[in-house]
């Protein structure tokens, strides 16, 4: 089935939910006892809701060009509980500006939002850079405790002038800070400015040359306190990174349930990942002349497994209904147990979910991938059956476990 041309809206908190009546939670007393419900993710914090809409303003003239020419992957981005039977690709969602974007293009649209952000906070926006766009976290640690020793120098002796002039060719300035993105930002940001400054000669015989330095700025000097807050938050920064897209989606009762045609993202690998294909496949030319044992088999078959970067799973309820979403292969099945229970009317109810053949997922620490649940799979759902009886007595009319918005956007699964 062809996508939807319209564009998905990011996934948002459910609305809070009534409490179960007096009748009900009597019912379901003594299932509650070993019911763990695991805690639900938190809510944006004010400070990211402050830069999502500050983001969101600055690329209010990029969105609206965009609108009169939208690339092709933009146009056919799938919609919530559209009527196809897998999804078009992987999505994800950018967490300054809540946009949703294809996986190719996810790092396009982190870039774009910070730069958007540099004119509402430009050390905050440096700061992203140097964590989000520089890959080697061990390079980072370093760059960033250099850095801040920089600042707390002349935090701790500001009437040193030494401590208030950068040498850029200092080979440790070189080696651990120059040569990573948004460094270079983040000390101008903060108060410095680039001077062509005198400095001794090398030898006897030699005069002053000159040599370019950063310079704090005089004024900067009065706010000492502002170059410590900007120290403490550039060790303390963690790389933006886009949220993977669920893609909820709920289908009615259909016999097509395991059928899953799954787009070319589900299966694409890195170049790393393509490396260690091709040096498997070596290994497994070596080893086919030798007596494999069970336990070496189990391990190829893990092996097979943890290729896969994504998967699309299928929840079937016993009513027919069909919930389905997006994961990463190696989150956790209590990452899905949650999931389910954000659909449910009512999330205290006990359930389980049984994987293919009928076996329960009782440890929910495993990630899919270890579980065989990759790159797709149609899992069922099993509620306690002795509190269901009793809530079903109680109740006075029959009504499905799932939220009533979820229901109304039920699809057909062709």
């Known amino acids: ?226 170059l410590k807050e900007h120290k403490e938050q550039l060790l303390s920064s963690e790389p933006v990174r886009a949220q993977l897209h669920r893609q909820l989606a709920l289908f009615q009762p259909s016999p097509a349930a395991a059928r899953f045609e799954l787009p070319h993202d589900f299966f694409s690998l890195t170049a790393e990942e393509l490396r260690r294909e091709q040096r498997l496949r070596t290994e497994a030319v070596e080893k086919a002349a030798m007596l494999r044992t069970r336990a070496m088999r189990e391990k190829d078959e893990q092996r097979e497994m943890r290729k896969y970067n994504y998967t699309l799973l299928r929840v079937r309820f016993p009513d027919g209904y069909i919930l389905q979403g997006t994961f990463y292969a190696r989150e956790s099945v209590s990452v899905l147990y949650n999931f389910v229970r954000e659909a449910l009317r009512d999330d205290w109810l006990p359930f389980e979910l049984l994987g293919p053949g009928g076996l329960k997922l009782t440890d929910e620490n495993l990630a899919f991938n270890e579980c065989g649940l990759v790159p797709s799979a149609l899992l069922s759902l099993a509620w306690d059956a002795a509190v269901m009886a009793d809530v079903e007595a109680a109740a006075e009319e029959q009504r499905s476990p799932l939220r009533p918005e979820l229901l109304a956007r039920a699809q057909p699964l062709s």
């Open 1 to 226: 089935a062809r996508a939807p041309r319209e564009k998905p809206k990011a996934e948002v908190a459910p609305k809070p939910r009534q409490a179960p009546t007096d009748e009900a939670q009597r019912a379901a007393a003594a299932a509650l006892a070993r019911l763990e419900v695991k805690p639900k993710g938190k809510a944006p914090s004010a400070s990211q809701e402050t830069i999502r809409n500050q983001v969101r303003k600055e690329l209010m003239a990029e969105a609206a060009a965009s609108e009169k020419g939208l690339s092709t992957e933009e146009k056919e981005l799938p919609q919530e509980g559209a009527a196809a039977p897998s999804v078009s690709g992987v999505y994800f969602i950018c967490p300054l500006t809540g946009t949703v974007v294809r996986k190719d293009q996810k790092e396009k649209q982190l870039r774009e939002a910070i730069e958007a952000y540099f004119s509402v906070d430009p050390v905050a926006a440096s700061i992203m850079e140097i964590h989000t766009f520089n890959k080697d976290r061990e390079k980072v640690r370093v760059c960033v405790e250099t850095m801040a020793k920089y600042l707390d120098n002349i935090y701790l002796h500001p009437e040193e002038e030494k401590y208030r002039k950068i040498k850029l060719q200092n080979k440790v300035f070189q080696e651990r800070i120059s040569c990573l993105e948004g460094t270079h930002k983040f000390f101008q940001a903060v108060g410095f400015e680039t001077k062509t400054l005198p400095v001794p000669g090398q030898g006897k015989n030699s005069w002053y040359t000159t040599e370019e330095f950063y310079v704090l700025k005089e004024e900067v000097l009065s706010r000492l306190e502002d």
